[in-house]
């Protein structure tokens, strides 16, 4: 597999960590010493909303400062426009990414409605921005060692 492939497959990696809410999986992508910081990209500028420090920090973080997903509901994070680049151990992605929250409604006691038919429920995206990571290859492989992740909408950390 490519340095690419193997960093593409790591950012996939960490958006299924985040919608499952899955701090120890996350904290496995990251050097031990890892950092991650929050932004918002607001009319004045970048705002640095909050800073990670450690894979355990940024695993207590993943696990309990987001909020839990809602019976029948859960959060897809998406990336797009990925900008690959790599020196040597050294890598990074700039990618843009939405996240959309999913809400099923509940199937009625006495079943659907007659003519009911195709997925029940809510998809509306909440958030938007862009993810920034910094890699370095080890003996284990690639793994994270810098996260900027710069929000769209103001975002309360």
Do not use: N
């Amino acid at each position: 597999m490519s340095a690419e492939s193997e960093i593409r497959e790591i950012i996939s990696r960490y958006t299924r960590a985040a919608d499952s809410r899955d701090g120890e999986a996350l904290a496995k992508l990251c050097e031990a010493d890892a950092v991650v910081e929050i932004y918002y990209r607001g009319p004045d500028g970048m705002e640095l909303l909050g800073t990670l420090s450690g894979g355990e920090q940024i695993a207590a973080a993943m696990t309990t400062a987001m909020a839990p997903h809602p019976p029948l509901g859960w959060s897809h994070h998406t990336t797009y426009d990925h900008l690959v680049s790599v020196d040597g151990d050294e890598a990074g992605i700039d990618t843009q990414f939405i996240t959309f929250d999913v809400v099923g409604t509940t199937k009625p006691e006495a079943g659907w409605p007659v003519g009911t038919f195709g997925a029940q429920g809510t998809i509306k995206p909440i958030e938007s921005g862009y993810y920034r990571f910094a890699f370095r290859r080890t003996d284990g492989g690639w793994r994270i060692r810098h996260l900027d992740v710069i929000h769209d909408i103001p975002y309360v950390f």
